[in-house]
């Protein structure tokens, strides 16, 4: 594809050598190339500049190069980048952990690291089926999921994704095999699930789910009445409730976890994506003291044997330890439910579209879901929101916004905009 501008040499140079992700490389555009970010703007390398509205995959929270993450950031390599975590320790990784128990739902007391929301439920999933390996219940060692889930891209994860309609479809064959049921909408509904986890709990270790909202999968909804529904039946049938918190955790649906809208505690809870503001890859598994205890004996084998190379990464952790300072210090939730008041009334109008069939809000996301829509569709709507000065990436039937906390009233409002006036062009 020929560019309107002289491309930089590292993009000639580079691009034939590169697999990207989720991308049928013969078919896609190229990438746009970006050679800076501040607050929620993105530079290209032709000088253009977008707005991006998904905060690079929902993570950068506080927008780009915040100067307290890049400070703090700066101030760790200084002394240490990186030490192995095994019979090695730091400052940092344990002023999270502490952190993170501190604000996490009330009982959460362990925090194990990784390095990237993926390995954060594989952890988790490792940790459900040997916590009843070690209690002497090996039966039990399948999940409960839902469609419409995602839950990363290693195998454990893969299983966990709609069998169906998932990305990893093709993949069926290769992945463990899970039970898989809708995400209850009433009271017949519950009932239902509730006569299923009857029949199958002897050998399910776990339950995991994406609280209130099932992000890739579709940006679908549910509510935290009945999240605390399915949480009581995970405790009536000996199943471990699993959080897959990723895209939902550090304030992305308004409160500071999704849990906490349900008043819940889940036995695990997986954490990534907003974790570091966006900086630096890292991830966290936590869990209650219940399963932590299970782990622990004379005996090697019952203890937890994972251990990525990189896990708390010092400077990873300086630089969550500085985003919590963000949450402290400055007024994200306020923020949050100003963008959440906003894309209710902008996006608003487009209920009246002919291709959109619902509009929902919840947090600081906002969907609009189409009806009829191919993958050339979905494809050509991306290159015309570049067009309009904004960085939107609607995948499957849904456009959605899931933007920096600090982006400004005016900047939301070209974001609302853009959606409206390329669905009715």
């Known amino acids: 594809m020929s560019k309107p501008y002289p491309p930089p040499e590292w993009e000639t140079a580079g691009f034939n050598h590169i697999w990207l992700p989720y991308t049928q490389m013969q078919t896609a555009p190229l990438p746009l190339p970006v050679i800076s970010g501040s607050g929620v703007r993105l530079t290209l390398a032709d000088g253009r500049e977008l707005i991006d509205g998904i905060a690079s995959w929902w993570c ?55 390095d990237s929301g ?41 299983s966990l994704a709609d069998p169906e309609t998932g990305m990893h479809r093709t993949l069926n064959r290769y992945t463990p095999e899970q039970h898989v049921f809708d995400i209850p909408n009433n009271r017949a509904d519950l009932t239902a699930l509730a006569a299923s986890l009857k029949k199958v709990r002897e050998t399910v270790a776990g339950l995991v789910i994406e609280p209130l909202v099932q992000a890739a999968g579709g940006m679908k909804f549910h509510s935290p009445e009945m999240l605390a529904e399915i949480y009581q039946l995970c405790k009536e049938h000996r199943i471990l409730f699993i959080a897959d918190e990723i895209a939902t955790g550090f304030g992305r649906t308004g409160s500071m976890f999704a849990c906490d809208e349900a008043g819940i505690t889940p036995d695990v809870m997986c954490l990534g994506k907003a974790l570091t503001g966006g900086m630096v890859g890292l991830a966290a598994t936590l869990a209650t003291e219940e399963v932590f205890e299970a782990f622990l004996s ?20 300086a630089a969550a330890n500085a985003s919590l300072d963000l949450f402290e210090g400055e007024p994200r939730i306020a923020q949050i439910q100003g963008i959440e008041t906003q894309l209710r009334e902008e996006l608003k109008p487009c209920h009246k579209l002919e291709d959109v069939i619902d509009v929902r809000v919840k947090g600081a996301i906002g969907v609009v879901q189409l009806s009829d829509v191919s993958g050339e569709y979905i494809l050509e709507l991306r290159q015309r929101f570049i067009g309009e000065g904004v960085w939107l990436r609607p995948f499957s039937d849904v456009i959605y916004i899931m933007p920096a906390f600090t982006i400004s009233s005016a900047e939301l409002t070209r974001l609302t905009d853009a959606v409206f006036k390329v669905l009715t062009a």
């Open 60 to 114: 950068a929270c506080h927008g780009y190069q915040h100067p307290h993450l890049t400070k703090q950031i700066a101030k760790q390599l200084e002394t240490l980048a990186h030490v192995m975590f095994a019979g090695l320790a730091h400052e940092q990784a344990y002023t999270l952990a502490h952190r993170l128990v501190s604000m996490a739902p009330q009982g959460l007391n362990r925090v194990f690291f990784s």
């Open 118 to 158: 993926s390995t954060a439920v594989e952890v988790g999933m490792k940790m459900a089926a040997q916590f009843w390996a070690n209690r002497q219940e090996p039966d039990k060692r399948k999940f409960i999921c839902f469609r419409n889930g995602y839950h990363g891209d290693t195998m454990g994860g893969m």
């Open 298 to 317: 004379d005996r090697l084998e019952t203890a937890l044997m994972h251990g990525p190379t990189f896990m708390a990464n010092p400077i990873a952790c």
